[in-house]
């Protein structure tokens, strides 16, 4: 029998069905935005709208927004991942990232954004983003967990109403990961006993919590800083390590505050590794690193955050450990490039194309000037969903071939394999 799809309840957030005043009874959703916005920007008859209401740095190139959602967000847990969708000159531009810290009790959320080079939205969001600025947002959907943090999180929203759902456990995204199309490889969100993706242990059925050990990686750090300082609200007692990779103390996100933490709570443990640092150079993730910093791995819960190389060899390295849980960032591409293309048809528009067989389908597809619908870039938030209806595609994160015709089939991580039909 196939695994039923879990949806993930997030806390009620006081959010209630349209009532005879509600403005979808009465006018079309686009004229009412129209309207309302000359009195509210956040006004709207069904898009999240979010306002910042404070922005701070969170390290040298990388800047904490507060936004203030409106009344269609539907509420989070620490952990998830949202999209944030901008306008920049005429074109709208959505990316994903990770909530950095868990959603406030006045029902602000938090995202930081480091600056990529080069990027086209992270600056924006980064630099140019004020208080006082309206951003629109998507739902919020997957995401890391702490195993036993994540049943009291089932248990205390379980009459919340819906919030999203994990059409794609197995996988993720995120942002410093949102602009280079955030390829959250990752660590499934099982709300209810699911099974998890290959590769991935879950410890559902735990009932003493194994220690934690948090992996992190650039801006990897922020769903598990957020997962961090939600579970030491909640009261977390066991054992916390967590590691942090990056590049140079100023890329460090949070530094004060993660010292702070572990000021307050002597059962965390926070070690920086500075892979640039002038003095004493850290190593990347490795066996002896890891012997020496968590000797204990094989009784862990562990959570991984951070480039797709990394999250690879930390899942090798990890192997013996009692849980693991990643989220990586690079869009999966095939290992080779062999020059193959193959005949796609778009049943729609009634093109077709030869696409390169060695890059995501959506990546082919705008490269030869379609331009289908996208959302995460990483397999997670279903929105570039399509109809394979004959035809055979690879998965690009299993390697997995795929003929199963009028199957929906996610374009941003699979490549045309044999002549494809697409409902596009
Ligand atoms: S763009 Fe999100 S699943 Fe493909």
Known sequence: MPAQTPAIRTPDTGHRPASRLNPRRWLQPAVFDFWARHFNRTWSAERILARVIERRAASARATTLVLKPNRHWPGAVAGQHLDVIVEIEGARHRRSYSLSAPPRADGCIEITVAEVEGGLVSPVLARMTQVGAVLELSAPYAGLALSHI????????????????????????????????RTHDAGSLP??????????????NMRTPAPALLLAAGSGITPLRALLVDALAKGETRAITLLYW????????????????????????????????????????????????????????????GPDGFIARARELCASARGFQAEGFTAAVPEKSDGARVR??????????????????????????QTPAFGCRRGICNTCSCDRIAGATRDLQSGDLRDEPSTPIRLCVHSAAQGLVLDL
């Open 150 to 181: 994540r049943a009291a999180d089932r248990a205390q929203t379980s009459s919340g109403r819906m919030a999203a759902e994990l059409t794609h456990p197995s996988l993720l995204v995120g942002e410093g990961a949102g602009e280079r199309g």
């Open 191 to 204: 709300l209810s006993p699911t099974p998890l993706p290959q590769g991935e242990r879950g410890l559902n």
């Open 246 to 305: 990056a590049q140079t103390r100023e890329e460090l996100c949070f530094h004060e505050e993660l010292l702070q933490l572990v000021q307050g709570h002597p059962t965390l443990r926070v070690e920086f590794l500075l892979t640039r640092d002038s003095a004493a150079p850290a190593a990347r993730i490795n066996a002896t690193q890891l012997q020496a910093l968590a000797p204990e791995l094989s009784t862990c819960e562990v959570l991984a955050c």
């Open 344 to 369: 796609v048809q778009l049943k729609r528009s009634g093109l077709a194309l030869d696409l390169p067989t060695d890059r995501p389908l959506l990546q082919a597809l705008e490269e030869a000037g």
